[in-house]
């Protein structure tokens, strides 16, 4: 299992940004993959959920803010992030299962 984030960068507050994680070794369309994230100092927590069937989950502050979203034919999950608030910077990581890729990094100018 392979999973390689990217996208993650330095915005004011407010500002959107586009997370992705590409993903390998397994078959994408079987599986539902979360976003999580973990700010400096702070336990990690979970972000959100898209299942194989495509519903989706998040968690209660992102909710409105965030969109996830996946594409079955390039194996691809993503996090659109909206209206950015300075509580949300952290290092932000897609998961299948206990696995993780390493991560990308948001943070606020």
């Known amino acids: 299992v392979q999973l390689v984030e990217s996208g993650g960068g330095t915005v004011q507050p407010g500002g959107p940004l586009r997370l992705s994680c590409v993903t390998s070794?397994?078959?994408?369309?079987?599986?539902?993959l979360s976003w999580v994230r973990q700010a400096p100092g702070k336990e990690r927590e979970y972000v959100g959920t898209?299942?194989?069937?495509?519903?989706?989950y998040y968690r209660s502050t992102v909710e409105g803010r965030f969109t996830i979203s996946r594409d079955d034919a390039k194996s691809t999950v993503y996090l659109q992030l909206n209206s950015l608030q300075i509580e949300d910077t952290g290092m932000y990581y897609c998961?299948?299962?206990?696995?993780r890729g390493q991560g990308t990094q948001v943070t606020f100018s």
């Open positions: 998961q299948k299962g206990d696995s």
């Open positions: 898209i299942n194989r069937n495509g519903s989706i």
């Open positions: 070794g397994f078959v994408f369309s079987d599986y539902g």
